[in-house]
Nanobody, 114 residues
Framework: VQLVESGGGLVQPGDSLRLSCACS????????MHWLRQTPGKGLEWVST????????QYSDVVKGRFAISRDNAKNIVYLQMNSLKPDDTAIYYC????????RGQGTQVTVSS
């Protein structure tokens, strides 16, 4: 099983980023996928979920209206489009097969700072 997150970086408040998570080694097409984020101060926080077919999408209240989750089942990739980024969005972002725990990815750092 591999989950490889990418797309993070240093951006200014109000900017956008698109994160990607390339998955392999499990039945991606039948798996709900989740984005989580982790900071030293807040711990592990659930961000968003997408169902196996892509129709079901859920967001935490703090990112609703700014972030958009999507997936490409042909490429086994899940995305997180992040718009109107705020300093509080600074975290390491992980994709996971579980809503509550980290998976095998290494995460990608997102830093929002002026």
């Amino acid at each position: 099983v591999q989950l490889v997150e990418s797309g993070g970086g240093l951006v200014q408040p109000g900017d956008s980023l698109r994160l990607s998570c390339a998955c392999s080694g499990f039945n991606f097409h039948n798996s709900a996928m989740h984005w989580l984020r982790q900071t030293p101060g807040k711990g592990l926080e659930w961000v968003s979920t997408i169902g196996p077919g892509g129709a079901l999408k859920q967001y935490s209240d703090v990112v609703k209206g700014r972030f958009a989750i999507s997936r490409d089942n042909a490429k086994n990739i899940v995305y997180l489009q992040m718009n109107s980024l705020k300093p509080d969005d600074t975290a390491i972002y992980y994709c996971s097969r579980d809503r509550f725990t980290l998976d095998r990815g290494q995460g990608t750092q997102v830093t929002v700072s002026s």
